[in-house]
């Protein structure tokens, strides 16, 4: 059984930065692929980045490359989503998921948060 807890949410200005969060329960954390999802009001919920168990693979949706980062902290339980040069199109809820396997840019994670409101204002 694996929990998460995001954090890190808030409000920003276009072209600023946020880092969210993303603190797992369990010993098994470093054995999982983690996730971001972000779900805009009245839209899907879409895949936004992946992360390999070790680190050593990421993958990005297209529209967040070269402003987004994922990284991750075995040692500390925690997933992160450096977010650069923020738009208002950015503002979502940005849910962390864990699955055990290969990243994936799918829904089918094992785990989820809760969930952290990213607001962009223009």
């Known amino acids: 059984q694996v929990q998460l807890v995001e954090s890190g949410g808030g409000l920003v200005q276009a072209g600023g930065s946020l880092r969210l969060s993303c603190a797992a329960s369990?010993?098994?954390?470093?054995?999982?692929?983690m996730g971001w999802f972000r779900q805009a009001p009245g839209k899907e919920r879409e895949f936004v980045a992946t992360?390999?168990?070790?680190?050593?693979?990421?993958y990005y949706a297209d529209s967040v490359k070269g402003r987004f980062t994922i990284s991750r902290d075995n040692a500390r339980n925690t997933a992160y989503l450096q977010m650069n040069s923020l738009q208002p199109e950015d503002t979502a809820v940005y849910y962390c998921?864990?699955?055990?396997?290969?990243?994936?840019?799918?829904?089918?994670?094992?785990?989820w948060g809760q969930g952290t409101q990213v607001t962009v204002s223009s």
């Open positions: 998921a864990a699955r055990f396997g290969s990243p994936s840019d799918s829904y089918d994670y094992n785990y």
């Open positions: 992360i390999s168990a070790s680190g050593g693979r990421t």
């Open positions: 369990g010993r098994t954390f470093s054995s999982a692929a």
